[in-house]
């Protein structure tokens, strides 16, 4: 079972940086993807980026140049780093790991970008 803790959330004003981190209980090079998805309210769940075990990464075209993904695999840890944050940025973040065709997910930390 992969058991993954997202942390470093928080209130933000708009211009602001977060960074964002996800922990997993197995060895993350045993997750073929990593991603961050978000949800703001009322909205459905969205990606904001991924990164495949091989290094490939995906984002979304809203975060490309202010969000950046990462990933330690001696801490098990993927990373986002937000830049530039907009009040649209508002939302509960999620971590997601793919192991063997299964989807795991974490319980989300909430952003919030406001004055």
């Known amino acids: 079972q992969v058991q993954l803790v997202e942390s470093g959330g928080g209130l933000v004003q708009p211009g602001g940086s977060l960074r964002l981190s996800c922990t997993s209980s197995?060895?993350?090079?045993?997750?073929?993807?990593m991603g961050w998805y978000r949800q703001a309210p009322g909205k459905q769940r969205e990606l904001v980026a991924t990164?495949?075990?091989?290094?490939?990464?995906n984002y979304a075209d809203s975060m490309k140049g202010r969000f950046t993904i990462s990933r330690d695999n001696a801490k098990n840890t993927v990373y986002l780093q937000m830049n530039s944050l907009k009040p649209e940025d508002t939302a509960v973040y999620y971590c997601?790991?793919?192991?063997?065709?299964?989807?795991?997910w974490g319980q989300g930390t909430q952003v919030t970008v406001s004055s």
């Open positions: 997601a790991g793919n192991q063997r065709g299964v989807e795991y």
């Open positions: 197995v060895n993350i090079l045993s997750l073929s993807t």
């Open positions: 990164i495949r075990i091989g290094g490939y990464i």
